[in-house]
């Protein structure tokens, strides 16, 4: 079913900043064709590189270079596809997680990570979603719960919840605060693998 991803921004001893995502959705292998990368640019400059579906508006993740990266875990299975629809067509302005995400990068005047923390809490979207945002040093690194008129949680770098160390934060598609179900607890593997990596040098061999 949807909403089954899962995404974290971590720091290495070092102080380098890691943003990863894990897109599981369950998509048949002829669609997963159409998902490609791709750079944005304007006057002949790339202004952000990001991930997409050919045909879609929207980015699924993206990365402003010397800025900050973005990721997108659907929340509470991304709500009901009633509102969401009522939503996108009574709201004025309102736009898709994805859209509003676009829109940031694109901007010209957001080219930091506070700035694009408080740029992506803000403005109507049309489903709640949760915004993984990172910068580029420590503790650049937010959870964003995203309702629909704006940010209803959030959980930075240095929040010790739900078993996590003060090095990453990270979400599947559950509030921090609350307990996941037993059917589809992720955040526990989640916090128990990278707190195995706690002190570790990973990336820098790469």
């Known amino acids: 079913g ?5 995404s974290f921004v971590a720091s290495n001893p070092a102080g380098v900043i890691y943003h990863g995502r894990n897109l599981d959705w369950n998509l048949q292998d002829s ?7 791709v750079d944005y640019t304007r006057e002949g400059r790339v202004v952000f590189q990001g991930t997409t579906i050919v045909g879609f508006v929207g980015i699924l993740h993206a990365v402003k270079e010397k800025g900050f990266a973005w990721s997108m875990d659907a929340r509470r299975k991304g709500g009901s596809i009633l509102f969401n629809a009522l939503e996108a067509m009574m709201a004025s302005g ?4 994805e859209q509003h995400a676009r829109a940031v990068f694109e901007s010209a005047d957001i080219t930091t990570y506070d700035a694009a923390v408080s740029a992506l809490g ?3 979207i049309v489903n709640p979603a949760y915004f993984i945002v990172s910068g580029t040093k420590v503790p650049e690194g937010t959870v964003l719960a995203r309702s629909r008129e704006g940010v209803a949680k959030h959980w930075d770098m240095r929040d010790t919840v739900a078993g996590q160390q003060t090095w990453y934060v990270g979400v599947t598609n559950y509030d921090l605060d609350h307990q ?3 059917s589809d607890d992720r955040s526990t593997p989640l916090a128990e693998h990278l ?3 706690a002190g570790q040098d990973f990336g820098e061999s790469e």
């Open 94 to 97: 309102a736009r898709t997680p």
């Open 195 to 197: 707190n195995a990596m």
């Open 2 to 6: 949807p909403g089954m991803c899962t």
């Open 180 to 182: 996941p179900p037993p």
């Open 122 to 124: 803000s403005h109507s």
């Open 31 to 37: 669609l997963k064709e159409f998902i490609i990368n």
